[in-house]
């Protein structure tokens, strides 16, 4: 393997496989999912059966590069509206020790990458952020209706026909990933891509990160590499002190991250 | 904005439409704890407002959800609340919470105890008016004494109710910023009873605000043993309030978590003057000190209708800025403990001041109107209003 | 007992009116509640079938691999081996499913490339970040770099 096509130092050296494991597993259900793509039929796959699986994301800051690839996919993928954010990455600098008083930006969201800034020194480094799709969401606990719910795969969605818009649901999310649609009066937020999981794709943002920091799990499936990684690494959650049952797992979560 | 805030945080979600609401069901609950203090409590000073305070209760509580419609993103889904209410939300709870209120208390209560007059201006009335008292009397014709009798052990039984339904019907919304985790401003167990207390302290100052204000109107004299009453009581229920709201505030600087230094500075700069100024120090301190004033000192009559006058106005001011303080406060700063932004108050917009304050004007718009179809002063305060013996014989 | 039940006849009457209320109620959301409410949860079912069904926008590397064989296999031998197609190329689904029809955009370079190569303090020390200037003096990156396998050293070279 090329001196430079290896992966950042602490990954393990498992980023090629990871990639081809993927590829084995993704590129049947592909296939066979892309022809419902192309007939644009609007019924849902039926092929995707949703007990089999149970989504979460793992999140790596030793990869991310911030350059906002996932935002901008995510944005053009779902129509998100200008100014809003389904997902967007924070630049952390950290002086010393002094982890309870980070500076943090995220211009845009992240979405047109950050520009070198002023920092020297110090620890820095980037975090994407999204929905985290609680297992036990305050945002469903609260919403009055049943328009935000939890799918039996485990992803959380909204009802765009259902929704009120009282916003009682922006409201309870401790990570700030909801927000109120311009256009449509209803909550919105990170749907996991939905649409496509169910077809055997991954989400916008795992397809369009370059390093892959981003990765789609499937915590259900047994041939699923993030097992394996989960096993032998550290991983974090943020906020875990509100118990949330957060599934977009972490791996090199600084304890300056809010 | 200052700091980092996270993205989505920047715009606020609640504004000053979702302040009202917890002012507006507040009156209502503060307004029928002070009625309830005469019927359950036989605090038989406070009588000459009983009917009024029902009233001003019904006024407010036909506003309350109206600023509510205004915020919704889609209104025409409100009837959904009702229809599949998610049974974890207060939200949703409390759509039954006021209707049981709206329903099984007040109006009840309100009929029961007007059902004799209604009766009476039916027979005495013609044309469009006499169809309207027939139509609230639900064509019954009986106000005997027996039937009077029936109608006070009923509407006893319903006070009882209605207490804890208030509580309830205020309580809940205390719980429904009480219980989100996500936000430290809000998420206290203490929020539930701090609203209840400071809607009590709102209600009765707004009842002895209505009732002066209806005395001087109708040039009829005020009843002093009556307003010292009252008085007294929004002295001691202010004592309980502002202790409770001491206690969180200590709480919070002793414990000092991890949202502590942000909640500060957001206390001492965004809310110094809606929270020190507004709330503590005009809203709260003062009323208090001059409460104090005429239960330690002895006044004139005059002097004691002007302190009482000015205190529950500033009272009233106060508990409005104590919700806007939580509601506002609550989203001023970042959830990442970082950031905080500003909240930006159109005045002609839908969710600006101005439908902000023309829903603060119609609830006295629809006491008025009330008051005109219920006089609550077809009898002079000391009379038995509940049995009284120029009944009519059945015919 | 028949007078006593006289003076409470009022109350029969609301207690009618109550019941009349609660019936209409009932009747009211047996007819409007949506159908599919409560299929899979306390939502309506319908929501989850509607969201599976969402067109999508990003046709998925391996899409792009079934046709461009040549650019996968440059590719795949290069440090740009797992950055996927549409990351520069942008969402092409619609030209996946009509190839003629839809032409893609091609990116424009020294934009696209410095968004992930320049230089941040905040990037892992071992990622490849370039100030422009300094590197090439604000040349465009085609015209030493092969965009799809790019480093030099492996024969990148334009």
New interface residues.
């Given amino acids: 393997m090329p001196p430079a096509a290896q992966p950042a130092p602490g990954t393990g050296g498992e980023e090629m496989n990871l990639t081809r494991r993927q590829l084995l597993v993704l590129l049947p259900a592909a296939a066979a999912a892309w022809e419902f793509v192309k007939a644009g039929t609007p019924e849902d796959a039926p092929s995707y059966k949703t007990d089999e699986h149970w989504w979460g994301m793992l999140l790596d800051i030793t990869k991310c590069i911030g350059c906002g690839s996932c935002v901008r996919a995510c944005a053009l993928e779902n129509d998100v509206p200008e100014g809003y954010f389904r997902t967007w990455v924070e630049e952390y600098h950290v002086d010393d020790w002094h982890i309870e008083t980070p500076m943090v930006t995220s211009p845009n969201g992240g979405k047109d990458g950050f520009p070198q800034g002023s920092f020297t020194g110090g620890k820095n480094f980037f975090v994407p952020k999204l929905c985290n799709h609680c297992v036990d969401s305050p945002c469903t606990q609260v919403c009055p209706v049943g328009a935000t719910y939890h799918t039996p795969d485990g992803v959380v969605l909204i009802d765009y026909d259902y929704c009120l818009g009282c916003r009682y649901c922006i409201q309870a999310c401790p990570y700030g990933c909801r927000f109120f649609h311009p256009q449509k009066h209803t909550a919105e937020k990170c749907t996991l891509c939905y649409h496509r999981i169910s077809k055997g794709l991954t989400t916008a943002c795992c397809e369009n990160c370059p390093t892959g920091a981003r990765q789609l799990a499937d915590l259900k499936n047994p041939k699923d590499p993030i097992h394996a990684f989960l096993k032998t690494h550290t991983v974090q959650v943020l906020k875990p002190h509100l118990a949330t049952g957060s599934k977009t797992f972490y791996n090199g979560l600084d304890g300056s991250v809010r | 904005m200052e700091g980092f805030m996270y993205p989505n945080e920047v715009e606020l979600q609640w504004s000053v439409l979702i302040v009202l609401y917890p002012f507006l069901t507040g009156l209502v609950a503060g307004a029928f704890i002070l009625a309830s203090l005469e019927r359950v409590f036989r605090v038989e000073e406070v009588k000459p407002t009983y009917r009024l305070a029902l009233l001003t209760a019904l006024a407010f509580l036909i506003v309350a959800p109206m600023p509510l419609q205004l915020h919704l993103g889609h209104p025409e889904r409100s009837l959904e609340m009702y229809l599949t209410p998610h049974r974890t939300s207060a939200m949703a709870m409390f759509g039954f919470v006021y209707l049981w209120y709206l329903m099984a208390v007040l109006l009840l209560e309100i009929w029961l105890d007007y059902r004799r007059d209604i009766v009476l201006m039916q027979r005495s009335t013609t044309g469009t008016k006499r169809l309207l008292y027939k139509v609230l009397s639900l064509g019954s014709d009986n106000i005997s004494e027996a039937a009077l009798r029936v109608d006070d052990r009923v509407g006893w039984v319903i006070t009882i109710v209605g207490i804890p339904s208030a509580f309830m019907l205020h309580g809940y919304v205390g719980f429904i910023f009480g219980s989100v985790k996500a936000n430290p401003w809000w998420s206290t167990p203490l929020m539930p009873v701090v609203f209840l207390f400071s809607a009590m302290v709102s209600g009765i100052a707004l009842v002895l605000l209505t009732y002066m204000a209806t005395c001087a109107f109708r040039r009829a004299s005020i009843d002093m043993n009556c307003l010292d009453t009252i008085a007294k009581y929004l002295f001691y229920t202010f004592v309980i309030d502002f202790t409770l709201e001491m206690l969180d505030l200590i709480h919070r600087i002793y414990e000092a978590d991890e949202s502590f230094r942000s909640l500060d500075f957001m206390l001492h700069t965004r809310l110094f003057m809606s929270q020190i100024v507004l709330q503590i120090f005009v809203g709260t301190l003062v009323p208090l000190t001059l409460l104090a004033l005429t239960q330690v000192s002895r006044l004139s009559e005059l002097a004691r209708k002007r302190v009482y006058a000015v205190a529950a106005s500033l009272t009233i001011i106060g508990i409005f800025a104590m919700r806007w303080n939580v509601v506002i406060g609550g989203q001023l700063f970042s959830k990442s403990f970082l950031g905080y932004t500003t909240y930006k108050l159109e005045f002609v917009a839908r969710e600006g001041l101005l439908p902000a304050v023309l829903l603060l004007i119609l609830p006295f718009v629809i006491l008025y109107v009330l008051i005109k179809i219920l006089p609550p002063w077809q009898h002079d305060a000391g009379d038995a209003v509940h049995l009284t013996s120029s009944v009519e014989p059945e015919s | 007992m028949s ?2 039940f ?6 029969i ?2 207690g009618v ?2 019941l009349l ?1 609660a019936l209409v ?1 009932v009747a009211v ?1 047996a007819a ?3 159908e599919s ?1 409560g299929q ?5 079912g319908k ?17 792009c691999e079934n046709c461009h064989p040549d650019v996968t296999d440059a590719k795949s031998k ?7 197609c ?2 520069c190329h ?2 092409l ?1 619609k030209h ?2 009509d190839p003629a029809a839809v032409q893609p955009v091609l990116p424009e370079t020294p934009k696209l490339c ?3 190569h ?11 970040q370039i100030n422009a200037a300094e590197h090439s003096g604000g040349q465009d990156c085609k015209t030493c770099h092969q965009p799809h396998s790019p ?1 030099l ?2 024969g990148g070279k334009k």
Avoid at chain 3, 6 to 11: N, P, R
Avoid at chain 3, 50 to 61: E, F, I, L
Avoid at chain 3, 78 to 83: D, M, Q, T, Y
Wanted: with cysteine; glycine share 8%; aromatic share 10%.
């Fill in positions: 007078t006593r006289k003076d409470s006849a009022h109350l009457r609301i009116v109550f209320g109620f959301r409007i509640i949506p409410y899979f949860g306390p939502y309506r929501a989850l079938t509607n969201m599976t069904s969402r067109p999508v926008k990003y046709a998925g590397h391996e899409v290069g440090v740009h081996a797992h950055v996927n549409e990351s942008g969402p689904a996946a499913d410095m968004r992930c320049s230089e941040n303090i905040a990037k892992p020390s071992g990622f490849p480093l050293e492996l």
